[in-house]
Antibody
Framework: EVQLQQSGPELVKPGASVKISCKTSGYTFTEFTMHWVKQSHGKSLEWIGGINPNNGGTSYNQKFKGKATLTVDKSSSTAYMELRSLTSEDSAVYYC???????????WGQGTSVTVSS | DIQMTQSPASLAASVGETVTITCRASDNIYYSLAWYQQKQGKSPQLLIYNTNSLEDGVPSRFSGSGSGTQYSMKINSMQPEDTATYFCQQAYDVPWTFGGGTKLEIK
C-alpha cells in the first residue's frame, strides 16, 4: 500500500525557517516525482514545485523560488521541503503528492499545518 | 501562467441528479487536465487524469471530457458521499495551476 506520511504541525516565528518531511512507503521512491502543494485556509491549491528523487532535479513555481527548497533522501525514501523567511502569508497546510506517469497527483500526504506567529 | 477558471463556485444537487463542473483554461492545455475531490478536513484525492481517464477505485459515475481550453467533469447520479470540493488542475505548463474549486453539497 502506497503511503505518504508527513511530519506534524509547526508553529514558527516570523523570519524563521521550517523543514517538512514526507516519508514514503509501498512503492519504489525513485520511480515517481514528488510534488508539493500549498493550501491556504479555506482556499484553493497552489503548486509549489516538484522533484525527481532519482537525480534530485527540481522544477519550481516562480512564485516560490527563494521561499521553498525541495530535497530528498533516497536512503530513507523521504522527501523534504524547507520554507524560509516565513511570514503570515506562509501560514497554510502543505501537502506532498506523488505524481503518476500522466502527471496526475495520485497519492497525497495527510498535510502539514504551518502557522507563522510571534 | 495558465489561469484555470472553474465554475460554478458552489452548487447543491439532489440525490440522483447529474452534476457538471466546468474548467476553462486561459490557453490550450492539450488534454493535460486532472480533477480532484477534497472532503472536509482531508487531503485531495485524484479522480480523473488526462481529461477522461478514471483513477483506479473511483466510481464510474464520475467522468471527464473536453479539449483545448474547455473541460468538464460530470457526476451521473449524485450520491451523499460526493459532497466535497472539487478542483481542476492543468499539468501542461509550469507552473501547474488549479481552478478555484467547486463546493458541491446535497440539496
Amino acid at each position: 500500500e502506497v503511503q505518504l506520511q508527513q511530519s506534524g504541525p509547526e508553529l514558527v516565528k516570523p523570519g524563521a525557517s521550517v523543514k517538512i518531511s514526507c516519508k514514503t512507503s509501498g512503492y519504489t521512491f525513485t520511480e515517481f516525482t514528488m510534488h508539493w502543494v500549498k493550501q491556504s485556509h479555506g482556499k484553493s491549491l497552489e503548486w509549489i514545485g516538484g522533484i525527481n528523487p532519482n537525480n534530485g532535479g527540481t522544477s519550481y513555481n516562480q512564485k516560490f523560488k527563494g521561499k521553498a527548497t525541495l530535497t530528498v533522501d533516497k536512503s530513507s525514501s523521504t522527501a523534504y521541503m524547507e520554507l524560509r523567511s516565513l511570514t503570515s502569508e506562509d501560514s497554510a497546510v502543505y501537502y506532498c503528492a506523488r505524481v503518476n506517469w500522466a502527471y496526475g497527483m495520485d497519492y497525497w500526504g495527510q498535510g502539514t499545518s504551518v502557522t507563522v506567529s510571534s | 501562467d495558465i489561469q484555470m477558471t472553474q465554475s460554478p463556485a458552489s452548487l447543491a444537487a439532489s440525490v440522483g441528479e447529474t452534476v457538471t463542473i466546468t474548467c476553462r483554461a486561459s490557453d490550450n492545455i492539450y488534454y493535460s487536465l486532472a480533477w480532484y475531490q477534497q472532503k472536509q478536513g482531508k487531503s485531495p484525492q485524484l479522480l480523473i487524469y488526462n481529461t477522461n481517464s478514471l483513477e483506479d477505485g473511483v466510481p464510474s459515475r464520475f467522468s471527464g471530457s473536453g479539449s483545448g481550453t474547455q473541460y468538464s467533469m460530470k457526476i451521473n447520479s449524485m450520491q451523499p458521499e460526493d459532497t466535497a470540493t472539487y478542483f481542476c488542475q492543468q499539468a501542461y505548463d509550469v507552473p501547474w495551476t488549479f481552478g478555484g474549486g467547486t463546493k458541491l453539497e446535497i440539496k
